[in-house]
């Protein structure tokens, strides 16, 4: 997960930082070389004695004098190595430019990647750095940077939370649709959460809806069997909304407190799909309506969960498949272009394989801390 955009930051911040070191190096054999030629000479000190002595000062003048000047370099190259270096504008532009490019090579969105190095030249420009441990330095700015560009986007809801306080409240059984392209994983992904359901103690079933799809009701059945909760379905070509209707009404009626509807993959451009998932919202009244997308999609995933958004509200992304997403930089802006938070990373085939976002924990896959 995100190995492209973990290789080319670590890449980035360790170019640079050794572009940094090499300069310090340079510098300090410099502050050397100088304090050498300052040095005065044994006539000069001659002269210096001569001078102190007609004035009455001490005999070992000549070895305050000498190591005057030897203290004045050597404070010179310990501050230059254990003390603090500030990155000149020039620099943090140098940096930036190779954060950026990181960033866009890792389908990272131009915007999302342009915000998120403005915040790294903000922090550079307000700090110095340990020029002992720059690389370290680097590592921790870039993850701050990065945290604070996950944390500006809008917070998910919290199903696991959501659900037993709507129950709570007399809102059961709580209605929940899934939508999305074809072949996202959405029915695998709903049994996913069917499993995490039933083990914190609720009675979640499944609605078949999907009644377009080639295999699609034998595969809800196969994972409603598999979790065990029960599935309600129909016949392919059945209405897909009736099929839910049943579903609440036979949650009511056997105190399922969760519904979990599946519904045929359609592309944002169909209309006809649009206009019977718009129908399934209109009768049914999901609580909550969630998005299931590939986060190997690239960039497009965000214009389809946009132009989806202009006939259905969506509550929620859930991006499936982050274990095959070399680059990973998608699922990082996604939210921010559409204003609408991711909920969990689908990482495998198992039922336990759904991760909830968490912008700490993806800022540790991305970049770990130093040390």
Do not use: W
Not at 134 to 149: C, F, P, S, W
Not at 207 to 213: K, Q, V
Request: proline share 4%; aromatic share 6%; glycine share 8%.
């Amino acid at each position: 997960m995100f190995d492209s955009l973990k290789r080319k930051l670590s890449d980035a911040i360790k170019t640079f930082s050794k572009s940094e070191e090499h300069k310090v190096d340079e510098e300090i054999k410099e502050e050397a070389a100088h304090g050498e030629a300052a040095e005065p000479t044994v006539d000069d000190k001659s002269n210096v004695v001569g001078e102190a002595v007609d004035k009455g000062a001490p005999k070992h003048a000549e070895v305050q004098r000498d190591s005057g000047i030897k203290l004045s370099v050597s404070t010179n190259i310990k501050k230059t190595i254990f003390g603090s270096v500030k990155l000149s504008d020039a620099e943090i532009d140098r940096f930036a430019e190779k954060l950026r490019v990181s960033m866009l090579e890792s389908d990272v969105s131009f915007e999302v990647a342009e915000g998120f190095v403005e915040q790294v030249k903000v922090i550079l420009g307000e700090r110095k750095l340990s020029s002992k441990g720059l690389q370290d330095e680097l590592i921790g700015t870039v993850r701050e940077a990065l945290l604070d560009t996950l944390r500006s986007s809008k917070g998910a809801i919290d199903i696991m939370s959501f659900i037993p306080e709507r129950i709570s409240s007399g809102g059961a059984p709580v209605k929940i649709l899934f939508l999305g392209p074809n072949g996202t994983g959405k029915t695998t992904t709903i049994a996913k959460i069917a499993y995490a359901l039933k083990n914190k103690g609720l009675h979640p079933l499944l609605s078949a809806s999907d009644t377009f799809r080639a295999a699609a009701i034998e595969q809800t059945e196969h994972h409603a069997n598999a979790v065990g909760v029960p599935v309600i379905k129909s016949s392919y070509g059945a209405d897909p909304t009736s099929v839910a209707f049943d579903a609440v009404a036979y949650a009511k009626a056997h105190g399922n407190d969760v519904v979990l509807i599946d519904s045929a993959g359609r592309q944002e451009t169909n209309k006809n799909l649009i206009g019977e998932i718009q129908k399934m919202r209109r009768v049914i009244g999901p609580d909550l309506t969630i998005y299931v997308g590939e986060s190997v999609s690239g960039g497009a995933i965000a214009m389809q969960i946009a132009e989806f958004s202009k006939f259905v509200k969506i509550d929620g992304i859930i991006l499936t498949k982050l274990d095959c997403d070399a680059k990973g930089g998608n699922s990082i802006s996604i939210s921010k272009i559409t204003g609408i938070p991711i909920m969990f990373f689908g990482t495998g085939e198992k039922y336990t394989d759904l991760v909830p976002y968490d912008p700490a924990k993806v800022v540790d896959m991305i970049l770990p801390g130093a040390g």
